[in-house]
């Protein structure tokens, strides 16, 4: 006897809302805990519509042929060790910041979707969740296995889930995603599913994988592919949480400006590190930060907006800060790294002649004016006294905890420090966007684990820069310091071919 056969639409609606059912012993409060408690009115959770209508049976299928794929083209990555193809060695430390800064992120997104999963009553929501926990725990996996392979040859990737929970720069996606776990279900979606994954994306994928691509790093473009192809339903996820929300009832829309605005800036300001990465760790550049915000968030971020202002949401507050900063940001960041080379377990360096031609080329109005004197200066200091290496440590924000380094939006020669005081403290802020962030919450960002107060307090193995090193477990003189005095750089002169010129870097590192 032949069933009939269901189609697509009947097929979802039995294997995913025909699972949820009204409980009769309980009351839902108690099984939903959290469900209220943020202020967001849902009137009718089956108005939620998923328009991927995945099913299990169908997500495995999906997903085991991509695993397939994926896991063939590491192992022939290895055998044929293409890391010795990328452009350069120095582009290692675009991945060294991906591995110890992002990974344990895709992580932290498999546990909060599992969580939002649990709490939200509706079984639309709950079964969409569900996949995108389990999207990110193999993303997860399969950036470990990818760069393992490159732990093999490279200094800095040797403990990085260690290093996640301890380094000064790490604590900046640590906290970002500590934030947003320790929310409520509906502003961890907004968050993470509309705020990050919709609106800024784009910035995080293009410069790893476009910039993977144009450096010749085969493995990572693969990664990234196998994660991105499950990135359309988490951005369907995140458009369509906040359609829902504002739907239901006027009353949430206040509530999801405000998280907006919120993660909107907490997401801009760990994009600061993107930033970085693209003007000055990529050997062969992909575009430049100014480039990349325009098109993908003034433009792209730009027509969206438009698109929710008939819901009555507008542009996220200070958005045109971000614009202001477009053209010094990763000036300013790289400078950060470059002051404290020594306690990063990436490695820094001063762009060549070439790479600042181009980077006068790409920001005419801030580049020859701000910043190249002053790594004309840093060249000039390390040629004749040794590199520079800043031993104070700086003020932290409170809220992004990035180094106090971050300018005056109309002024980019004054730094910009801003303060709230709270139950008699005083605490410090990078940006009004993170001063309006810390005084809506202030007991919840009270509580930040800031590196440096740790480091002040005599929590991080002591007071000097070798004992916190210690307690970080970054190998002094291998994982950190610059780059052209590096073991990492000499490595990849020897595997070159280039013998003399390797002894003559780890000659001048002994010496050093
Ligand atoms: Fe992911
Ligand atoms: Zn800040």
Redesign the pocket.
């Known amino acids: 006897m032949s069933a009939k056969r269901m189609n697509l639409r009947e097929k979802y609606q039995r294997m995913t809302r025909d699972l949820a059912w009204k409980p009769s012993y309980q009351s839902e409060d108690d099984i939903f805990p959290q469900a209220k408690y943020e202020g967001i009115i849902i009137h009718d959770w089956d108005k939620w519509e998923d328009p991927f209508r995945l099913t299990v049976d169908a997500y495995w299928k999906y997903q085991a042929e991509k695993e397939r794929k994926l896991y063939a083209i590491i192992e022939a990555f290895a055998q044929n060790n293409a890391q010795l193809n990328v452009t350069d060695a120095r582009y290692i430390n675009s991945l060294k910041l991906f591995l110890t800064g992002v990974t344990p992120l895709e992580y932290a997104a498999h546990r909060g979707f599992a969580m939002s999963g649990r709490n939200f009553p509706g079984a639309g929501p709950q079964v969409s969740s569900q996949f995108q926990s389990i999207d990110e725990l193999r993303h997860a996996q399969t950036q470990i296995h990818t760069i393992s392979q490159y732990n093999k040859y490279f200094n800095g990737f040797h403990d990085w889930r260690h290093m996640h929970d301890r380094v000064w720069y790490l604590s900046v996606p640590k906290s970002f995603f500590d934030d947003a776990m320790s929310a409520g279900p509906f502003e961890f979606v907004t968050a993470i599913s509309f705020s990050f994954e919709y609106v800024l994306t784009n910035l995080l994928f293009m410069p790893f994988m476009s910039g993977a691509a144009y450096n010749d790093d085969m493995a990572t473009v693969t990664f990234g592919f196998s994660a991105q192809s499950d990135e359309s339903r988490h951005m369907t996820l995140g458009l369509e949480v906040i359609k829902f929300m504002l739907e239901q009832d006027e009353r949430n829309v206040p509530i999801v400006q405000k998280w907006i605005d919120k993660w909107f800036?907490r997401g801009y300001?760990l994009l600061a590190l993107v930033s970085m990465m693209m003007d000055y760790m990529l050997p062969k550049r992909v575009m430049s930060w100014q480039e990349a915000w325009e098109m993908y968030f003034e433009e792209n971020g730009g027509a969206l907006f438009e698109d929710l202002a008939r819901y009555g949401i507008r542009m996220p507050k200070y958005w045109e800060v971000s614009v202001k900063e477009k053209n010094r940001l990763s000036h300013e960041v790289w400078s950060i790294f470059y002051n404290y080379g020594h306690a990063a377990a990436i490695h820094t360096w001063l762009p060549d002649e070439n790479e600042m031609a181009w980077l006068s080329e790409k920001y005419p109005e801030t580049f020859d004016k701000y910043y190249r004197p002053r790594f004309d200066h840093w060249r000039k200091h390390h040629q004749e006294h040794g590199r520079w290496y800043n031993n104070t440590l700086p003020m932290l924000?409170?809220?992004?905890?990035?180094p106090?380094a971050?300018t005056e939006p109309d002024d980019p020669t004054q730094i910009c420090y801003r303060s709230s005081e709270y139950k008699g403290m005083q605490y410090h802020?990078?940006?009004d966007?993170?001063?309006d962030?810390f005084d809506d919450e202030p007991e919840k960002f009270v509580q930040a684990w800031l590196p440096v107060h740790q480091i002040y307090q005599g929590n991080c193995g002591g007071a000097s820069v070798p004992e916190v090193l210690e307690w970080y477990h970054l190998k002094h003189g291998q994982d950190n310091l610059e780059y052209l005095d590096s073991q990492d750089r000499a490595n990849w002169l020897r595997w070159k071919g280039l013998t003399e010129q390797a002894e003559a870097v780890l000659q001048k590192a002994a010496n050093e």
């Open positions: 800036w300001r924000c409170q809220t992004c905890q990035i106090m971050f802020f990078c940006s966007g993170c001063k962030i």
